[in-house]
């Protein structure tokens, strides 16, 4: 995002170097700051650098398989507290599919009737 908008004013590598250090702030400055002298030779090196030491913290898309780990906890914890938070993640999944989705979902339900139902008779959409 950095280099898309900044190369609008300009493609000069020290323009590049000094305007992005100013946009740093935390463990990125901190980092940026303890680089070794000279072992940065042109914006480009910067840039991969900067991106391979913090690839692990971007953030990632969340998958349907993310929907697999939620359960309902114990009894005395409703199924709506489950359904909400099982909406909750499910809106942040990109693409959906209904057939996944009530898969996960019965799968993190407690066993009973309620679970035995849906794999009975699936529901025709998610309302």
């Known amino acids: 995002m950095y280099t898309n908008q900044i190369s609008l004013y300009s ?3 020290i323009f590049l170097f000094k305007v992005f250090s100013s946009t740093l ?3 990125a400055i901190d980092w940026f700051t303890n680089l070794l002298q000279f072992s940065i030779y042109c ?3 910067l840039t991969s650098s900067f991106t ?3 690839q692990t913290s971007c953030r990632h898309d969340v998958t349907s398989l993310s929907l697999f780990n939620i359960r309902k906890k114990a009894r005395r914890k409703s199924l709506r507290a489950f359904i909400d938070r099982f909406g909750m993640v499910s809106l942040k999944v990109k ?3 209904l057939e ?3 898969h996960y979902m019965i799968n993190g339900l407690q066993v009973g009737p309620f ?3 849906l794999c009975m008779k699936p ?3 998610m309302s």
Do not use: K, S, V, Y
Request: glycine share 4%; net charge negative.
């Open 100 to 102: 996944i989705i009530l």
């Open 123 to 125: 529901p025709a959409n």
């Open 52 to 54: 391979t030491h913090f």
């Open 43 to 45: 914006f480009d090196t």
């Open 115 to 117: 679970a035995n139902e």
């Open 95 to 97: 693409i959906l599919n």
């Open 25 to 27: 702030r935390g463990l």
């Open 11 to 13: 493609t000069n590598d």
